[in-house]
C-alpha cells in the first residue's frame, strides 16, 4: 500500500480524527458566530451610539477579548492536559466554550440595561477565549499522538478542518436567517438563534469525546513521564525559544482569516454596501478553497516538511497582502470573490500544517502546554486586534494598508519558521 495514498490508518484511527475534528468543528461555530453577530449587528445592539464607526469598533474590540483570554485557558488547561490526560481536558474546554455561546444567546441589549449589556457580553466573550484556548492544543495531540510514523501532517489536518466546517455551519446558518427574516426580525431575535443552537451542537461534540480512550503520550515513562515542575515552569525554562518561534509561526494564519472574514464581512456590507447575503454567499464559496489549502498542505507536509509548506505559505501570504487593496476594492463582487478564494487558500496553507509542527516543538510532557501557549499567543499578535486596527487603518489610509497588515504577520510568521530547525520534526517522540 503506497504509503502517502492508503486509507488503512484513517480507518483505524476513526474516532480519535473524528473527534478531533467535531469537537474544533463546534469551538470554531461558537467562536465563529460571534465575529459574524460583531460584523452586522452587536455595534449598534450592545454599544452606545456616538457614530456608527465608533459602535463597529467598541464591537471589534469586544472581540479581541477573546484573544487575550486564550493565553489564559492555554495555560490553565494546558496545565491539566499535560498532568491529567488529554480527554477530560478537552471535555472541560469544550463546557467552557458552549455555556459561554448559549449564554451570549439570551443577553439583554444596551437599549434595556445600559452598560451592564457590554460588560456581560465582554465577561461571556472572556469565557469563550478560555475554552477555545485550551480547545485547539488538545485536539492537535489527540490526533498528531495518534499517528504512525509519516502521517502526523495528515492526521493533525483533522483537527485544522474543524476551522472551515465551523465557518460553513456558522456564516451558513447566519445567510439562512437573513434570507429568512427581514432585517428588524433579524435584529430584534434572528442573530440569537445561531447562539442559543450551540447548545446542540457541544452536546453532539461531548458524546464523542466522552467515549474516547486517551492519549499514552502521558505513561509515566521515558518521554512520556510527568513533569517534575509545573509544566508552565519547565516550558519557560527549557523550551522558551521553541515556544517564541511557535509563536511567531502561527502570526500569519490568524492575520489572513480575520480580515478576509470579519473584517471583510463588516467592511463590505457598510463601506462597499453589499447585500449581506451575497457577501455571505461569496465567504461561504471562498471557505471551500481553505479546506482545500489545508488538505493539499497536510499532504505536502508528510511529503517533505511541515516547515517547507508554511514557509511557501507564508511567501504567498505576502503577495495576498499586497493584493488586498486593490482587489477588494475593485468594485466588482467576483474580484473580491476570487481575492477571498486566493486569500482563504492561503490561510489553509499556513494554518494545516500548524497542528503537526507545533506540538513536535516540545517533549509530552509539556506538550499541551507549549503547543496551546504558541498558538494562542500567535493569535494575539496575528488576529485579535486585527479587525480593529483594519477598521482604523482603512479609515485613515485605505485598504492597502489593511494588506501591509497581512504582508507584516507573514513576514513574522517566516522569521519564527527560519528559526526552527530543519531536523525538528524527525526528532519527534510521542
Known amino acids: 500500500m503506497d504509503r502517502l495514498t492508503g486509507l488503512a490508518p484513517y480507518r483505524a484511527n476513526a474516532r480519535v480524527l473524528v473527534a478531533s475534528l467535531v469537537g474544533t468543528a463546534v469551538e470554531f461555530y461558537d467562536f465563529y458566530i460571534y465575529a459574524t453577530a460583531t460584523a452586522l449587528v452587536f455595534g449598534p445592539l450592545f454599544f452606545p451610539a456616538h457614530s456608527a464607526s465608533a459602535q ?16 489564559i485557558g492555554a495555560t490553565f488547561f494546558g496545565h491539566f492536559g499535560d498532568r491529567v490526560g488529554r480527554k477530560s481536558t478537552l471535555v472541560a474546554s469544550l463546557m467552557l466554550m458552549g455555556g459561554a455561546t448559549v449564554a451570549i444567546g ?12 457590554p460588560l456581560l457580553l465582554c465577561v461571556l466573550r472572556f469565557g469563550q477565549g478560555l ?6 492544543g488538545g485536539a492537535a495531540l489527540l490526533a498528531v499522538e495518534s499517528a504512525p510514523p509519516g502521517w ?46 450551540s447548545s446542540v451542537l457541544v452536546g453532539l461534540g461531548l458524546w464523542i469525546r466522552f467515549k474516547l480512550t486517551d492519549s499514552t503520550a502521558l505513561d509515566a515513562s521515558g518521554h512520556g513521564a510527568l513533569p517534575k515542575a509545573i509544566p508552565l515552569v519547565e516550558l519557560f525554562g527549557g523550551y522558551l525559544r521553541q515556544t517564541i518561534a511557535g509563536t511567531f509561526a502561527v502570526v500569519a494564519c490568524f492575520a489572513i482569516y480575520y480580515l478576509t472574514t470579519a473584517f471583510a464581512l463588516g467592511y463590505g456590507t457598510t463601506a462597499l454596501g453589499y447585500d449581506r ?51 477588494l476594492g475593485a468594485g466588482s463582487l467576483g474580484v473580491i470573490g476570487l ?48 479587525p480593529a486596527l483594519a477598521q482604523g487603518l482603512v479609515d485613515k489610509g485605505g485598504l492597502a494598508f489593511v494588506g501591509l497588515y497581512i504582508s507584516g504577520a507573514a513576514v513574522l510568521t517566516l522569521v519564527g519558521l527560519l528559526s526552527i530547525a530543519r531536523h525538528t520534526e524527525r526528532d519527534f517522540v510521542v
Open 56 to 71: 463597529q469598533l467598541a464591537a471589534y474590540a469586544s472581540f479581541a477579548i477573546a484573544f487575550l483570554a486564550r493565553p
Open 106 to 117: 439570551f443577553l439583554p441589549t444596551y437599549q434595556s440595561v445600559g452598560w451592564w449589556a
Open 131 to 136: 475554552g477555545l484556548g485550551g480547545e485547539w
Open 152 to 197: 502526523r501532517a495528515r492526521f493533525g489536518m483533522f483537527p485544522q478542518l474543524g476551522a472551515p466546517l465551523g465557518f460553513l455551519a456558522a456564516n451558513g446558518l447566519f445567510l439562512v436567517l437573513s434570507g429568512v427574516l427581514d432585517e428588524a426580525q433579524f435584529v430584534a431575535w434572528g442573530w440569537r438563534l445561531p447562539f442559543v443552537l
Open 277 to 327: 447575503q451575497a457577501f455571505l454567499s461569496v465567504q461561504l464559496f471562498a471557505i471551500l478553497f481553505m479546506a482545500l489549502g489545508i488538505v493539499v498542505a497536510g499532504y505536502a507536509a508528510d511529503r517533505w516538511s511541515s516547515r517547507a509548506v508554511l514557509v511557501i505559505g507564508s511567501l504567498c501570504a505576502i503577495g495576498v497582502g499586497l493584493a488586498m487593496g486593490p482587489m
Open 339 to 386: 481575492f477571498l478564494v486566493l486569500g482563504l487558500f492561503t490561510m489553509g496553507l499556513v494554518y494545516g500544517p500548524l497542528a503537526a509542527l507545533l506540538p513536535q516543538l516540545f517533549p509530552a510532557r509539556v506538550r499541551y502546554t507549549g503547543s496551546s501557549i504558541a498558538f494562542n499567543v500567535g493569535g494575539i499578535l496575528g488576529g485579535g486586534f486585527a
